[in-house]
């Protein structure tokens, strides 16, 4: 095990331990509604999002994340599936300075992409954490620089999370761990989709 792993499940431990996410939208529950730009400056709301059919939204934290990049071109491979089935896929990320539509164009071109910023949305959902010092320090030392990618103190980050919302705004699938190596599998997600019309 790497020096990175030991501290990566430290920190993992210490968030489960506060239980980080435990009260996030959870599955059966209305999620909230929400207004965020898109990666073209757009402003869209989750209720015109679900008036075309059930979205999936997830939560990550950008494309300087190796995990985040893999969970994409999970859904890039996925998403004719996930539409076949009138479904959406939505990303959410607090990247500024256009990092949100070249996450988009270059790895899955067929996602719509928000920008949470300075992780609004996240915090008003218990979906981010302060991160320590000690893993903001491991991060400057590996050159990302999480203060200019987000534009702000860099000191804070979502945990990473997958919904299936419906047309009613239920929430039919919820996928959320503070371990942020660990991400959903688009063929649950899709089945979650695929079982809102049975």
Known sequence: MSEWDDISNRFIAELRGR????????????????????????????SQLIGTGPVVISFMRGQWCPYCKAELQG???????????????????????????????????????????????????????????????????????LAGIFGNSGRILPVTATYVIDHNAIVRYAFVDPDFRIRADPAEVIAAVEAIDR
């Open 19 to 46: 239980q980080v996410g435990a009260t996030a939208p959870q599955l059966g529950e209305i999620f909230p509604d929400f207004t965020l730009p898109d990666s073209h400056g757009a402003h869209v709301t989750l």
């Open 75 to 145: 859904w890039h491979d996925a998403i004719p599936r996930l539409e076949a089935k009138g479904g959406r896929f939505v990303g959410i990320s607090a990247e500024v300075g256009g990092r949100a539509e070249d996450f988009r164009c270059h790895i899955a071109p067929n996602a719509t992409m928000l920008c949470d910023v300075d992780h609004g949305l996240a915090l008003s959902l218990a979906l981010a954490f302060p991160v320590s010092a000690e893993f903001h320090r491991r991060y400057v030392e590996a050159g990302i620089d």
